[in-house]
Structures are given as C-alpha cells and as structure tokens.
C-alpha cells in the first residue's frame, strides 16, 4: 500500500531525493539535494519530518558527503563525514532517529575504514549502506503494523493525531503501518484524522495517504476530538512516536499528551507505535527529552495571512510529552510491550534493534 506511485525519501540520480511536504496535497513534487547544507535546511524547513523520514535522510545525507568529498584518504574523507554529520545533528533535537541514524552511519565507516578499504571503496559502500538503511526502515514498518494490526477490531474507528504514515517514515509508517495492516488483515476500519495545528500534518498528510489508499477518513479540528470521543464515535488512539524514554514516557508532535488525557478519561485504549530505534535508553524520563522550540511565524501565520497580531508574542513547543501511565500499550517491530515499561522496553532492545522508523 502506500508508496506504492510516490515515494518519501530515496536516492536517485545521485542525489537525495525527497517529496517536498510542505505543498501537499495540492502538489506533488520531488526535489534532488546535492549538498549537505540543502539535506539539514531540508529537514530544518519541514521538507521532510517524522522521526524515521528524517533518519533516512540524514543516512543518505551522510552517504552525499563521502560522494562529494575529495578527500583520497580514509582519514580524511570520516573528517569529512564528521563534519557534515555534526551539522546534520543540529536540525532537530527531538527526534532520537536522527542521532541514531548519524551514529549507525559514523560507525559503519569508522568500521570500515579500520579494515583497510580506501576511500573510494568507503564512497561507494556507505551509500550502499545507507540505502540499505532505508529499505531496512520499510521492512520494519511492515512489522510493526503486524504486531499492532491484531490491537485494532474489526469496524474500529481510529483517531490519530500529525502524520505518522510512509511520509514520516522509509516507507508504510508507524501508526498508519497499525492502521494499513489491519486492513490488509480484512479488517473494515475507519480513520478521524486531527488537523495537528499549526503545520497541519493531519489534514495535509495523513488524510492525503488514507485517502490514495482508499482507506475511510474524515478530518477533524484538534479541539473535536473530546466531542467525539463523548458521543462514542472513536473506539482506540494510534499515534507515533519522535522519542521514548526508557520508562515509557513518549515524545510526539504536540497535542498528543492533551489526547492521551482525553483517552484516559473516555476509558478509550492509547496506543503508540514506534520501532524499537525511537527508544532512547539514555533518557530516564520524559522530563530529560529536549523539545524543540520552532519560529512564531507557523503560529502566528495561517498560509499566507496573517492569524496573530503583529508584536503579539507566541510559543510554539513542536512536541509534547506523554507519561507512560497514560499509555496502553507501544508496538514495536519486535511485538507489543505493555507496562511496567521500564521492564519491557528493555527486554525488547536485547538484542539492539537493527533499524529506524516515528513528527
């Protein structure tokens, strides 16, 4: 299913290449990154986001700076990749995928390097190995949605929040990957889509999915979604993740912590789904997460037209944080782990998970 005639992140005529997200649904275009610096603004600018989608990217973004360096020694040429991979882990500090992804890359090379390969042969198996990463992060979206496709009944409706579909992934998605397996399992499954202010994910890019993929969905301001929960019109909460902590806490796109609450008082089951990459062992806790702080002008602008007064300040956290007491369950590629979370997070990164994919 989705991705099938487009396609999120890849390289091509060597290049990485992305759908630009910022102009769907109303256009679909690709553009072919040639240097790191348009890689990193890419992600800065929301060209590509979702914690997975921006691991991948930064991979191959790394693979683009052995391509381009003119180093002739592999000492050099992991300078090189330093260099380049230190500004790639300045563009967002929440998504665990991208340090991940920077590491997993960084010592692949360091790895390589140490057994003799020059620095053409490194060139040209780094990006072999970055795009091997990408196809790794699709296999595993397809078997997180099976894990978490046996949580979702038959005629369930679903409420998810931003978009955590093939567009913030390799490929298939994390929350959505629940929601295409369950209907590839010949469950009838409906989607309530939040809007997810102020960049519109929801509206933008998860109705736009579901709906190429012919999967029932209806759009629905972020402020609805207490009315339909109270007039019994959502059965389960699916959402991704951009980092868990290792006690269970969970980073997403804000306005995911308000819904958790919503779930809780409605007894409705919140569910998150995040590869086993996006457990960040490391952070205790929610509180130890660094949430990223973006620009007043995604608040204070809605499209072209000015919404907030001109010297009216705002805030704009880009995620919230969820306690692990308001979450059911979190699918991962290796199954479903339940609480007391601590326990089973960690059971499911031993041994470490091989891959990324979660706003």
Not at 237 to 246: F, P
Not at 280 to 308: K, M, N, S, Y
Request: include cysteine.
């Amino acid at each position: 299913m989705s991705g099938d005639s487009w396609f999120t992140v890849r390289w091509e005529d060597e290049a990485v290449a992305l759908i630009d997200q910022r102009l769907l649904p109303s256009e679909e275009r690709y553009l072919h990154l040639r240097d790191v610096e348009a890689v990193a603004l890419a992600i800065e600018d929301l060209v590509v986001r979702g914690a997975p989608a921006i691991g991948c990217t930064a991979a191959l973004g790394l693979a683009l700076a052995a391509r381009t360096s003119t180093a002739d020694t592999p000492e050099a040429l992991i300078a090189d990749v330093d260099v380049a991979a230190r500004r790639l882990a300045r563009t967002r500090p929440t998504a665990v995928n991208l340090f991940w992804a920077l590491d997993r890359m960084r010592t692949w090379l360091a790895n390589a390097a140490a057994g003799g390969a020059s620095a053409q042969v490194l060139r040209d198996d780094m990006l072999v190995e970055a795009t091997e990463l990408v196809d790794e992060d699709i296999e595993i979206c397809r078997k997180l949605g099976a894990a978490g496709a046996s949580l979702v009944p038959d005629n369930a409706r679903i409420l998810t929040h931003c978009n955590a579909g093939a567009l913030a992934t390799g490929g298939y998605g994390t929350a959505l990957g629940v929601v295409r397996a369950a209907v590839e399992a010949g469950r009838r499954v409906s989607v309530l889509a939040d809007e997810t202010r102020p960049f519109l994910q929801g509206a933008r890019l998860t109705a736009w999915e579901l709906d190429r993929d012919r999967i029932p969905v209806e759009v629905i301001t972020d402020n609805m979604a207490a009315h339909f929960m109270g007039t019994g019109e959502v059965d389960l909460v699916i959402v991704g993740a951009d980092r868990v902590a290792a006690n269970g806490d969970v980073a997403n796109k804000i306005g995911t912590y308000g819904l958790a609450l919503l779930a809780d008082a409605h007894q409705l089951p919140f569910y998150v789904a995040a590869p086993c990459s996006t457990i960040d062992p490391d952070t205790p806790d929610g509180g130890a997460i660094p949430i990223e702080e973006r620009g007043r002008e995604e608040v204070a602008d809605f499209g072209a037209r000015p919404v907030v007064p001109d010297g009216v300040a705002v805030r704009h956290p880009a995620f919230d944080v969820t306690p692990a007491h308001l979450v059911s369950a979190i699918v991962t590629e290796r199954g479903v782990a339940r609480a007391p979370f601590g326990a089973s997070l960690a059971a499911m990164l031993r041994p470490a998970c091989g891959s990324s994919a979660g706003s």
